[in-house]
T-cell receptor
């Protein structure tokens, strides 16, 4: 079974631009979560989508947004990029039982390395 | 979210057992204890999880204290490939798919 894939793997943008990152979960996984990893703050939860609905959101400004499509693929968007948005953005998918509750493991992709100049 | 405390770093030798401790004194009854690790230049990967009883899988063992306020991840025979940052995370079965990562323990394996 193919793992979580993220595109692109590397991205360079300038301040003020916007960026869209893509994540394809493992087949059959309906939950997709996004995380930001920086040397200073470590791994921080951004948001989670399940069945095209955002279920949980971390403490990030509104410039960070996301969506999920009917095939469970997800995108996250960052508008008006700032230097501090330079980070590794990780996507994780999970098999969630009916009812939406699960303690199952999350499978992470390799991440997208975003550099903001 | 309940907090976990781990040592910043640990060092061990190849082919020896490694015991990685985690304190979680504010754990609630619905919190599962999860361990993930992040190898260099990779996304985190799941290692093991448990609720009350000790757990074993092909990667590691998880020993949970009787009062559940602490746990230990055991790598029975460390290899160089086990060098990574190990994260101990509490997840409520009632919660969403949100992992709250602390700083983790950076494990160094000496050949």
């Amino acid at each position: 079974k193919a793992g979580v894939t993220q595109t692109p793997r590397y991205l360079i943008k300038t301040r003020g631009q916007q960026v869209t990152l893509s994540c394809s979960p493992i087949s059959g996984h309906r939950s997709v979560s996004w995380y930001q990893q920086t040397p200073g703050q470590g791994l921080q939860f951004l948001f989670e989508y399940f069945s095209e609905t955002q279920r949980n959101k971390g403490n990030f400004p509104g410039r960070f947004s996301g969506r999920q499509f009917s095939n469970s693929r997800s995108e996250m968007n960052v508008s008006t990029l700032e230097l501090g948005d330079s980070a590794l953005y990780l996507c994780a998918s999970s098999l969630v039982r009916s009812g939406g509750l699960s303690y199952n493991e999350q499978f992470f992709g390799p991440g997208t390395r975003l550099t903001v100049l | 979210d309940a907090k976990t405390t781990q040592p910043n770093s640990m060092e061990s030798n190849e082919e020896e057992p490694v015991h990685l401790p985690c304190n979680h004194s504010t754990i609630s009854g619905t919190d599962y204890i999860h361990w993930y690790r992040q190898l260099p230049s990779q996304g985190p990967e799941y290692v093991i999880h448990g609720l009350t009883s000790n757990v074993n899988n092909r990667m590691a063992s998880l020993a949970i204290a009787e009062d559940r306020k602490s746990s230990t991840l055991i790598l029975h025979r460390a290899t160089l490939r086990d060098a990574a940052v190990y994260y101990c995370i509490l997840r409520s079965i009632q919660g969403a798919q949100k992992l709250v990562f602390g700083q983790g323990t950076r494990l160094t394996i000496n050949p």
